[in-house]
Nanobody, 125 residues
Framework: VQLQASGGGMVQPGGSLKLSCAAS????????VTWFRQAPGKERELVAGTWKRGSTTYYADALKGRFTISRDNAKNMVQLQMNSLKPEDTAVYYC???????????????????WGQGTQVTVSS
């Protein structure tokens, strides 16, 4: 599967952005898809993810309530709605996918074989 992330940009604190991860391939519905982010000088961290059919979602504890992940298998798309953005949300956001059962490893970037190119999100006044 090939992934392409888009939707990043610059926004003021308190603003919103919606990121999209478009996937190629006919077997998209068999992949778990997770958004990660990486700020300068920091490790890549889990933001939110969705299991294969999209009925199961998971979030970084600190982001629950502000970020919402959604999935449309018919469109091969996973989206991340980010609200009430803060300067500390500034990072490059990546979508990643795997067709392995990784429930215990879902926060580990090395568990994902497929990555999009990343999209920059900057929250600044």
């Amino acid at each position: 599967v090939q992934l392409q992330a888009s939707g990043g940009g610059m926004v003021q604190p308190g603003g919103s952005l919606k990121l999209s991860c478009a996937a190629s391939g006919d077997s998209f519905r068999t992949y778990a898809v997770t958004w990660f982010r990486q700020a300068p000088g920091k490790e890549r961290e889990l933001v939110a993810g969705t299991w294969k059919r999209g009925s199961t979602t998971y979030y970084a504890d600190a982001l629950k309530g502000r970020f919402t992940i959604s999935r449309d298998n018919a469109k091969n798309m996973v989206q991340l709605q980010m609200n009430s953005l803060k300067p500390e949300d500034t990072a490059v956001y990546y979508c990643a996918a795997t067709d392995r059962a990784i429930s215990s490893e879902r926060s580990n970037p090395q568990a994902y074989a497929y990555w999009g190119q990343g999209t920059q999100v900057t929250v600044s006044s």
